[in-house]
Structure formats: structure tokens, C-alpha cells
């Protein structure tokens, strides 16, 4: 039975964290990145094109097409996500997958989607399943994750 009393200059000088709309929408956004390496963008081989044309996400890709293996990633990623059961669709609940402007370090591949999972710990458990997927599917597609040079990256240089 505590009365906490907010003074008003707080409500305009701090920061704080309104929950509602999302308890009122019984879904939690999740917006994510990660940053492709612009060397590893290439066109597609023939061989790759009829390899994907037999998956659901690859339906009506024409064989003989040029395609772009980040166009086909990003597609590919955007079906991955349409099968989560965790998904939260609605009017103004929807999901894509989005290039940003490319930077010095490579091209962002934005994850923008929503889930009915709204408890914290669900939630971040939920977000880092589908984030493994994007990085161990990368590759897959002749992609590579752009991240800064290690310590390791160096030694294996010179030896």
C-alpha cells in the first residue's frame, strides 16, 4: 500500500519506459540487424537458382533469371519468418526484411517483425534463435557477416 508521489519536472527532464501499447496489442516489436560484407555480393550461378527453385520460398524464380544472392537471402529470410509460430500479424503489426544504406562496413539487413511473446526472458530467448538462424544461414547463400578485423584475423594473416 505505497504512494509514490512523480514530480512533474521528472516527467519531462528523465526518461521512462511506457509499456502499454504493447500489453494493449499483446505483441513486442523486434527490429534487428546485421551488417553483410559488400565483397560478398554476387549474382547467383544456375546451379544455386535450381537448387533454391525446389524450396516454398523459391516459387516462381525463373531459371534462366539473373538474381542477386542478397535479393534471394533477403527473401528466403522474409518465408523463415512467416513460419514462426511465435508471429504476430496484424494491420499495423507487419514483418520484412530490409536493406539499409550501405556504410563503410557493408550493407545492414534489417529484421523488422513483431511477436505475441511479450515476457522479457520468452522474448529475448525468441529474438536470439531467429538472429543464430540469420548468421548460420549466411553462408549458405555465398555471404559472408561483415566484422571488424581480430586479433585472430591478424595472426592467421601472417602465418
Known amino acids: 500500500m505505497t504512494i509514490v508521489t512523480v514530480p512533474p519536472y521528472s516527467l519531462v527532464t528523465e526518461s521512462f519506459q511506457n509499456w502499454r501499447g504493447m500489453s494493449d496489442s499483446k505483441g513486442r516489436r523486434i527490429n534487428r540487424s546485421v ?5 560478398s555480393v554476387t549474382f547467383c550461378t544456375p546451379e544455386q537458382i535450381e537448387e533454391f527453385r525446389k524450396e516454398p520460398w523459391g516459387y516462381g ?5 539473373p538474381y542477386v544472392n542478397l535479393t534471394l537471402y533477403r527473401r528466403y ?3 523463415y519468418i512467416s513460419q514462426l509460430p511465435q508471429l504476430k500479424t496484424g494491420d ?3 514483418y520484412m526484411v ?5 556504410t ?3 550493407i545492414p539487413l534489417d529484421l523488422y517483425l513483431f511477436t505475441s511473446l511479450t ?3 520468452p522474448y529475448e530467448h525468441f529474438q536470439a534463435e531467429i ?3 540469420v548468421i548460420a544461414s549466411v553462408q549458405r547463400f555465398g555471404l559472408r557477416i561483415y566484422q571488424s578485423p581480430s586479433g585472430l584475423d591478424v595472426r592467421s594473416v601472417r602465418q
Do not use: C, F, Y
Request: proline share 7%; net charge negative.
Open 61 to 65: 524464380l525463373d531459371a534462366g533469371g
Open 131 to 133: 538472429m543464430d538462424h
Open 119 to 121: 515476457s522479457w526472458k
Open 92 to 94: 499495423d503489426m507487419l
Open 98 to 102: 530490409r536493406e539499409l544504406q550501405p
Open 35 to 39: 551488417t553483410i560484407d559488400v565483397n
Open 104 to 106: 563503410p562496413h557493408g
Open 77 to 79: 529470410l522474409e518465408h
